[in-house]
C-alpha cells in the first residue's frame, strides 16, 4: 500500500504530530508563520479553523491561562507535572467548531502559537474554553530538527 505521508514527530503531552507529505501539498497551500515566544495572559489571540474540512472560520479571543496537560488532556503517566503544556482560550466573537482540531491559533502578528487539541465551545456556548498544545514545547523539543532554527517569522 501506498503511503501519503511519514510520521515524524509525535508527543502526547502537546497532543502534537509532524507529518512530512510524500506527495506536492494542494495548489495554493503555504507554511504558516510561528514563533516560539510565550504570549502572555490576556493576550489577543486568532483561530483559524476548517472544521470538517469545510470552510474557513475564524474567532477571536484572548489567552485565559496556561494549563497541565492533564488539565486539558489525558498526556500519559510521564509527563512532566511542572510544566504547562497548553494554552486555554476564551473566545469574544467566533468558536471552534468540532471537526477543527489540529488548526492553529495565532497571534494578531501572524504567528502560530498553539494547535488545537478540544475545548468545550460550541455554538451553543461560544466563548469556550478551548485548549491549544503550546508549539514552542514540541519546537524546542524536535520539531527544529525539520522546521529551522528560529523564529519561523521570515
Known amino acids: 500500500m501506498y503511503k501519503r505521508q511519514d510520521l515524524l514527530y509525535a508527543a502526547k503531552t502537546t497532543d502534537t504530530s509532524l507529518l512530512r507529505l510524500r506527495r506536492a501539498p494542494p495548489a495554493g497551500a503555504v507554511f504558516s508563520a510561528w514563533t516560539t515566544e510565550r504570549p502572555e495572559l490576556g493576550a489577543a489571540v486568532i483561530g483559524v479553523f476548517h472544521p470538517r474540512a469545510g470552510r474557513q472560520a475564524v474567532a477571536f479571543g484572548r489567552l485565559a491561562s496556561y494549563e497541565h496537560c492533564e488539565e486539558a488532556y489525558y498526556c500519559g503517566e510521564d509527563a512532566d507535572p511542572k510544566v504547562l503544556h497548553y494554552l ?3 473566545w469574544d466573537r467566533g468558536v471552534a467548531a468540532p471537526g477543527a482540531s489540529g488548526s492553529g491559533l ?26 491549544y498544545g503550546r508549539f514552542d514545547l514540541p519546537y524546542q523539543g524536535a520539531l527544529s530538527r525539520w522546521l529551522g532554527l528560529g523564529d519561523g517569522m521570515r
Request: aromatic share 6%; hydrophobic share 30%.
Open 88 to 90: 486555554r482560550v476564551d
Open 106 to 131: 495565532f497571534l494578531p502578528t501572524g504567528a502560530m502559537v498553539g494547535i488545537l487539541s478540544g475545548g468545550f465551545g460550541n455554538c451553543e456556548r461560544p466563548r469556550g474554553p478551548d485548549d
